[in-house]
């Protein structure tokens, strides 16, 4: 993301020695850090599983975008049993997620809320960085500044 400038720029960077993203390894070991100190190891699980069935769901549901704008039949995204293995999956991915949303909303609503607001800030983010990215392409540069 951050090669495509949809991210800080400087996590992109590889370090010159090594041939490491290092500040990216870095920041990826300090979030690791503040999600365990967040909670427990079956806390933590049961929320990557709820963010992971969201994703999928999402990804399966591609199909059906990519089916409508490839119309060549050499190139269309084959799955077999279109439609319905991609919505029974799309299905079983949301009764998944829903069902936990039901099941840690008894327990922990502060909780279940903080996950789904992380997921839901991702959204701004992404609009704010491609923005940002596109701001920077169009922008004109002068023969002064290359």
């Known amino acids: ?14 370090h010159p020695r090594c041939g490491t993203p290092a500040l990216a390894i870095i920041a990826g070991s300090a979030w690791s ?4 100190l967040a909670g427990n190891f079956t806390e933590l699980f049961t929320y990557v599983v709820f963010c992971g069935w969201i994703f999928y769901g999402l990804s399966a549901a591609t199909v059906f975008v990519y089916r409508k704008r490839i119309k060549d039949e050499a190139y269309a995204y084959k ?8 919505l029974l999956f799309i299905a079983a991915a949301f009764v998944l997620v829903i069902n936990t949303l039901v099941d840690n909303i008894k327990q922990a609503p502060y909780k279940t809320a903080f996950a789904v607001s992380i997921i839901l800030l991702g ?9 940002h990215s596109s701001v920077a392409s169009d922008s004109p ?5 290359s």
């Open 141 to 145: 540069v002068s023969p002064e500044a």
């Open 123 to 131: 959204i701004p983010a992404y609009l704010l960085w491609r923005w």
């Open 1 to 14: 993301m951050a090669n495509d400038g949809l991210f800080f720029r400087k996590l992109a960077e590889v």
């Open 33 to 36: 850090i503040v999600l365990a």
């Open 79 to 86: 799955t077999p049993g279109y439609p319905w293995t991609p």
